[in-house]
């Protein structure tokens, strides 16, 4: 390390986007329909009725995006394929107007010097497979498994980061329990059994990249909520474990080797029977190997008892007073990354850690002088970069910090309304401002260290 406030070296400094929220283009090139193309039809299902048909134009203007990398002095990029541009129907054909795309895409970061991790399902199913039982069709995981492996097998030679799935428990309960994502259904046994597809599929990927005795590595990118009782009585304890369970261990566990968490198993058991959709030898292949942990850390959870609250007599308390929150209401405790940090090591080992998303909502837009002075976004990121650093003091192996997110985009049922990104975005014009925010980051990028917020630069707008 370069220093006390030094990161390790070859640490990735990056920001990280998603195909549906940046891309629009939904219908050029042989794109086939995803399953938020539907979605963002229905009437009320998307804030302001706002849809991904155009976001930010990033598939018509990657090269100009590419270039903010450099502004921001990144040496890394999250981004996904989506789905339905590289296979329309889900199985096949194959599209291919959309892997030439992401071929040039790919090329043109490394000849920048930036690396890529390509996730390969952030939400966009295509819709063609939701009509054969989406994520609730065992089959899905199999057809994932040959997606997975036509982009291991076009992209696996210059490509060395993969994330398999994005986030398994937002698919499962906001997507299949609480319907307010695609494909907004509400049954807790579909969300069960999708959730369980989602880690299968997560498994066949790894074993079709391991089959290829390639250099890549694969993880899952979780989103991960540290949980605490909101008092220290029995009820509101066993509503954090239990929480914990719900939101963390029932995907950390399984994917490293440990199984189900039989506490959970028995809640769901109560609720919706045996768990059947679960075969034999199905939590080996969950289990197939995990070269890193993906972290998408926004907030924590304190819970507290309420007996008969949905779906399991627990809900989350509300933020305490003096707690400072988001634009979006998220209470911000930087210190709870470090807990959940040191907890992964703890539990399961030495493994290579990447924080995959952390971000904020700001609403901050241009001032009189034409840039944005998104402090509490400059803060946030500074308070949450301390707090992967004290991780890393203690030993755990953070190799690299993905914000959330590069652009302000479409934010799934949120529409435009919420901003995430170092980069303003305004829609109209499609014009681009690197914020204060992403001027500090470029800061600290090019340190390799975490520097003082304070004055840089200007950037040029894009």
């Not at 979605?39 to 009725?49: I, K, L, S």
């Not at 109560?270 to 059947?276: A, E």
């Not at 405790?333 to 700001?362: C, F, K, M, S």
Request: aromatic share 12%; proline share 6%.
């Amino acid at each position: 390390m370069s220093g006390g406030l030094g990161f390790p070296e070859g640490f990735l400094w990056g920001a990280s986007t998603s195909a549906y929220q940046v891309e629009g283009a939904v219908d050029a090139d042989g794109r086939g329909e995803s399953i938020w193309d539907r979605f963002c039809r229905r009437p009320g299902a998307v804030e302001g009725g706002d849809t991904g048909e155009t976001a930010c134009d990033h598939y018509r203007r990657w090269r100009s995006d590419l270039d903010l990398l450099g502004e921001l002095n990144l040496n890394a990029y999250r981004f996904s394929l989506a789905w339905p541009r590289l296979f329309p129907d889900g199985d096949g054909p194959a599209n291919r107007a959309g892997f030439d795309h992401y071929d040039r895409l790919i090329d043109e970061l490394l000849a920048r010097g930036v690396t890529p991790l390509v996730t390969l399902y952030h939400w966009d199913l295509p819709q063609a497979l939701q009509d054969r039982g989406g994520w609730r069709s065992r089959a899905v995981a199999d057809c994932f498994a040959r997606y997975a492996d036509a982009c291991f097998a076009a992209y696996g030679d210059r490509v060395r980061h993969w994330v398999t799935i994005n986030e398994p428990w937002i698919v499962g309960v906001l997507g299949h329990l609480l319907g307010l994502h695609a494909p907004g259904e509400k049954d807790l046994r579909a969300a069960v059994t999708v959730m369980h597809h989602l880690l299968l599929a997560h498994g066949r990927a790894v074993q079709a990249l391991r089959a290829r005795r390639g250099e890549g590595r694969a993880g899952v990118a979780f989103s991960l909520f540290p949980n605490y009782p909101a008092s220290d009585a029995p009820a509101d304890r066993e509503a954090s474990w239990g929480s914990d369970g719900y939101v963390n261990r029932w995907f950390l566990d399984p994917v490293h080797g440990r199984g189900y968490p039989a506490d959970m198993r028995r809640r769901y058991e109560r609720r919706i029977g045996p768990l059947d959709m679960v075969r034999g030898g199905d939590t080996d292949i969950i289990a197939a190997g995990s070269d890193f942990i993906g972290v998408n850390f926004y907030t924590s959870r304190v819970m507290r008892a309420a007996p008969g609250a949905e779906p399991f007599g627990w809900e989350v308390a509300p933020t305490e007073t003096g707690t400072p929150v988001t634009d979006t209401g998220w209470a911000i405790v930087p210190q709870t990354l470090t807990d959940l940090l040191l907890r992964l090591r703890a539990d399961y080992g030495d493994i290579d850690v990447y924080i995959t998303e952390n971000g904020a909502v700001y609403s901050d837009g241009p001032g009189a002088d034409g840039a944005v002075h998104d402090e509490r976004r400059t803060r946030f990121l500074h308070e949450h970069l301390a707090a992967a650093h004290r991780a890393i003091d203690a030993g755990v192996p953070v190799r690299g910090y993905f914000h959330w997110s590069l652009l302000d985009n479409f934010e799934w049922a949120m529409g435009y309304a919420p901003r995430f990104g170092l980069v303003h975005v305004d829609y109209p014009s499609q014009r681009r401002i690197v914020k204060d925010s992403g001027r500090h980051y470029a800061r600290v990028a090019a340190a390799n260290a975490l520097t003082p917020p304070g004055p840089a630069p200007r950037s040029r707008d894009a």
